[in-house]
RNA sequence: CGAGUGGCCCAGGCGACCGCUGCGAAGCCCUCACCGGCUUCGGAGAGGAACGUCCGGACUCCACGGGUCAGGAUGGUUGCUAACGGCAACCGGCCGCGAGGCUAGGGAAAGUGCCACAGAAAACAAACCGCCGCGUUCGCGCGGUAAGGGUGAAACGGUGCGGUAAGAGCGCACCGCAGCCACGGUGACGGGGCUGGCAGGGCAAACCCCAUCCGGAGAAAGGCCAAAUAGGGGGUACUUCGCGGUGAGACCCGCACCCACAGUGCCCCGGGUAGGUCGUUGGAGCCCGCGCGCAAGUGCGGGCCUAGAGAAAUGGUCGCCGCCUCUGGAAACGGAGGGCACAGAAUCCGGCGUACAGGGCCACUCGCAUC
């Protein structure tokens, strides 16, 4: 058939203020105590943030690019790349998106691929706080 | 038609679906109520430079007595303006056949400094080659001269005629220059008349002098509300202290305020951080018409509401069309992938400067052709 083509059409996906990290101290917090990892062209943090759904932050400075359009583009990517993807995230997590390179010019499918990715990767390697010592011989790689 | 000059404008277009941020309306949840949350609908959502942060203001807080100096800025005139270092018109100079363009353009008889290389000589007078006269032992010496050669960005006005031993404003004409006079112009200045035989280089975006202007800090300004935690302080009056401190870069005079520690009296419950909120978008606003003005502008009338984020919204996917590149073809017309500049509001205005794909419009100049 000819409707090999069609994009599926994607269902309701919301983007809304209670799914962003907006305080100082939530980003303090996953600096220090999230799971990291790297791709290509993201790099991320993830942190349990103790809510039932999951938060973004973005962290995209001047080192990336000089100019602000570039930068913009970055941080839109990344955020539609969260949007298009949030189902296949962890749930009650922060991820902090970074880019990996200097640079970096975002291909929207290239970036959802890894976000996905990282993200469990990320999410598995994180320091829980409280019970940390007990049960923790098992690697990250699910 | 070709070449060019000046100015203005646009900043790919249309549609579908999924999102984001304010605003308005309705409904629901929560609540004593406010606040807050959710849903639906309606409507709005980057720029000509939003940029750089180079000037000028508005606004906010702080300071506020005066003098001299210091420091900074500006530099033709007249206007415009809230203001300006901006803009307009005009004047002078330079460039262009022209339309036009460029121009920090006050003072060098107040002082200091600099002027590389070349050149004889670079600022106070001189003379390398010459030219002329006299002398001569024919090597040259003495004197006159600054017209010619040569160097340079620049060499003690220029051209011509007379004059002379050769020459020189030595004399004359015109041009330049300086002084004086009246005329025109608000003015910068202009053109004119008379007089003078020439006064003696340039650089002031070198110091400097002159004239004019200038308090400081900035939205992280600043106002309000105010957890957790720590915790008793804060205000005020007086006493005490001095080549005391601060206001204020130096000094002088004056004034005001402050003074730890300590003592006494009175009054008050507050202060600060996270966070929230206001500031925060309606304004020297934009559009149209008419009047005044050469213009920059300005007055009146009418209409319009036009982004307000805050780890920071203005995006994603797809389709069609336009333009560019590559490519098939003689052409009509196709095909392919890619691209469509510079660039993203952060308190707000007025400018300046810088970046920039492509395209459109108007006026004018020169050349050629035609009528």
Known sequence: MLGCTAMPVPPQLR??????MVSKYDFERAFKTGGRAR????SLIAAPNGLEGTRLGLSVGKACWKG???RNRVRRV???AFRLSYA???????????PATPKLK????????ELEELAAK???KRRTPRP???ARPTKETP
């Open 122 to 124: 990320a999410w598995s």
């Open 132 to 134: 940390a010592e007990a």
């Open 78 to 80: 990344f955020r539609e």
């Open 39 to 42: 791709g290509r062209s993201v």
């Open 88 to 98: 296949a995230l962890p749930k009650g997590c922060d991820l902090i998106l970074m």
């Open 15 to 20: 983007y809304t203020r209670a799914m962003r």
């Open 68 to 70: 602000a359009v570039e």
């Open 106 to 113: 975002p291909d929207l499918a290239l970036v959802r691929a």
